[in-house]
């Protein structure tokens, strides 16, 4: 189990939920943040910080068509080749280490276009 981060966090991209990751697991993209699931603990701290309700567990997906796009596309943002990137971010240990990477999935880029 691993949290994820929807819709609603597009264009907003707040950061608090930044703020109390213990693990440092939330990238910042361009228009939106992603939890990598690898590196999540599932400790939920992240979810009640989000001012517009944006975070979700992984297993809320089941039967939401939505929540699954974005389930799938935040496992996309680690797994492959981001623009102006030369490979797959993977797991590097923490956010801080990358910093904000600037870039989204195609999934986020067009979404709302």
Same mark, same amino acid.
């Not at 994820?4 to 990238?27: E, L, T």
């Not at 496992?75 to 490979?87: M, Q, T, Y």
């Given at each position: 189990?691993? /949290? #994820? %981060? ?9 950061? @608090? ?5 213990? #693990?440092? !697991? %939330? /990238?910042?993209?361009? *228009? $939106?943040? /992603? %939890?990598?699931?690898?590196? !999540?603990?599932? !400790?939920?701290? !992240?979810? +009640?910080?989000?001012?517009?309700? @944006?975070? =979700? #567990?992984?297993? @809320?997906? &089941?039967?939401?068509?939505? &929540?699954?796009? =974005?389930?799938?596309?935040? &496992?996309? =943002? =680690?797994?492959?080749?981001? +623009?102006? *990137? ?5 797991? +590097?240990?923490?956010? &801080? $280490? #990358? ?11 067009? /979404?709302?276009?």
């Amino acid at each position: 189990m691993s /949290y #994820v %981060i929807g819709p609603a966090c597009v264009d907003v991209n707040d950061r @608090a939920c930044v703020d109390v990751c213990p #693990v440092d !697991c %939330i /990238y910042v993209g361009d *228009r $939106k943040s /992603y %939890i990598n699931p690898a590196e !999540c603990i599932d !400790c939920g701290a !992240c979810e +009640p910080e989000c001012p517009v309700d @944006a975070i =979700f #567990v992984d297993r @809320a997906a &089941r039967g939401d068509e939505t &929540r699954t796009l =974005f389930l799938d596309d935040a &496992r996309a =943002f =680690f797994a492959e080749v981001l +623009p102006g *990137r030369e490979a797959p971010l993977g797991s +590097p240990g923490g956010a &801080r $280490k #990358v910093g904000d990477l600037n870039a989204d999935t195609a999934l986020v880029t067009g /979404y709302g276009a």
